[in-house]
């Protein structure tokens, strides 16, 4: 077995989040927060010459669709919260409990906060901790979010995640290394972390949340923190608590749809989802697709803006990663991917169907009103003066959008929202390639903050 073993972390760039493989020795492995795709995770084991042994859940995930069940298919036994109320087979476990993992021992920290049900974990060897697993506890520079349950809950589970950090992990070794869950650009952290691995005495020394002096002072800066999230968030905790359908390894490509095949979907009420560069899309796309550029960020802003009982048809361009898009949907529970068009905006085009077209403008050169699609941390940050600003995530039918420039920060999320006033029939409507920056320095013009 080795000594102190290092996690091998696997990041998740566009959810922000960290699943973590352990090296158990003889051959075994601990998986912790698995997402759905096990792919990543038998590869990794494997390039270690590892099996794995164990899936441990932290807590029950709002953001992403666990890939415990997936590794418990292929023989990994899964460790969660019993508080959880878990449907699949799993061992449950409560504050305190210990597992023999045949050398090193895992002991369930309760630290509920993020979720009721959460559990941290601390691995041991010859029971000298050397390491915390604090999912969505304690994070580096931040604390996870406590508004993903209920409005009404969000406050007494505030205080709950005083008390978990103050009584359970803050009393650790200040130089014990913890590995969080979610991290840098996390929905679920609140505000945004930075790096994604710490020590309990660096959190104690920078994390402005535990410089709060009291439990009351700690509540009102968390809420104070805590921006919108996104829709799909309300449905994966029931997704993994009953237990995702399993999949195996996402190695498939999306089935190959003619045009002939597409029309009469889209007239069923499928949802149209082109994935292309915004540049492509600007230069002719189908009426009332819905563009979401395929790239780290897709998954999220797929899982805000499509309705997931709706079947999903896709245009891509053909260098385009078919098994990135899949895994990515599978990740945020989207499985009703009936195809992609064959032949792309090429086959629509020689059927001499309509398409529709988005202009472009660099952001330097915007004229006339300006549409900022950002969150409201950003839009607060740095503005251009007299921008209007809705959400993305937020963005409505009866916007009234003639003759606007829409913005983000570099272009994809501003053509997300263009097409969306397109399909509610707006017209006019153009698209900033470049943000709020590149405005300022060509225009020698501070931005405005606040709001």
Known sequence: MPSDPQPVALVDEGLGNSSYLVDLGNGRALALDPERDPGPYLAAAEQHGLAIAYSVET????????????????????????????????????????????????????????????????????????????????????????????????????????????????????????YPTHGAGSFCSAPVGGERTTTIGAEKRANPLLAAPDEDAFVKLLLAGLGSYPTYFLRMREVNRQGPTVYGPVTCALPALSVDQVRPLLDAGATLVDVRPIASFAGGHIPGALSIELRPAFATWLGWLAEPERDLVFVLDPD???????????????????????????????????????????????????????????????????????????????????????????GE??????????????????????????????HHHPLHTGR
Request: charged share 20%; proline share 5%; with cysteine.
């Open 320 to 410: 385009q990663d078919r098994v990135d898009l899949v895994r990515q949907a599978h990740n945020v529970g989207y499985e009703r991917l009936v195809g992609e068009l064959a032949g792309g905006m090429a086959a629509w085009e020689s059927a001499r169907l309509p398409v529709d077209r988005i202009s472009l403008v660099a952001a330097a050169e915007m004229t006339g009103p300006v549409l900022d699609l950002r969150q409201n941390s950003e839009f607060e940050a740095g503005h251009v003066p007299s921008a209007l600003h809705v959400e993305l995530g937020a963005l409505t039918d009866a916007f009234d959008a003639g003759g606007i420039t829409v913005m983000c920060g570099h």
């Open 413 to 442: 999320r501003a053509m997300t929202g263009a097409s969306l006033l397109a399909r509610a029939g707006r017209r006019g409507v153009v698209v900033a390639l470049g943000g709020p920056d590149d405005w300022a320095v060509a």
């Open 59 to 178: 807590h029950l995930h709002a953001d992403f669709v666990s890939g415990s069940r997936e590794l418990a298919a292929r023989g990994a036994q899964v460790l969660a919260s019993a508080a959880g109320g878990i449907e699949f087979p799993h061992r449950g476990l409560d504050d305190g409990d210990e597992v023999d993992l045949g050398g090193l021992t895992l002991r369930a920290l309760a630290t509920p906060g993020h979720t009721p049900e959460h559990l941290s974990y601390l691995l041991l060897d010859d029971r000298r901790p050397i390491g915390l697993f604090s999912g969505g506890s304690l994070l580096v520079g931040s604390v996870a979010r406590t508004d993903l349950i209920a409005p009404e809950r969000t406050e007494s589970l505030a205080r709950a995640l005083w008390r978990s950090l103050h009584e359970r992990i803050l009393t650790l070794p200040d130089d014990l290394p913890v």
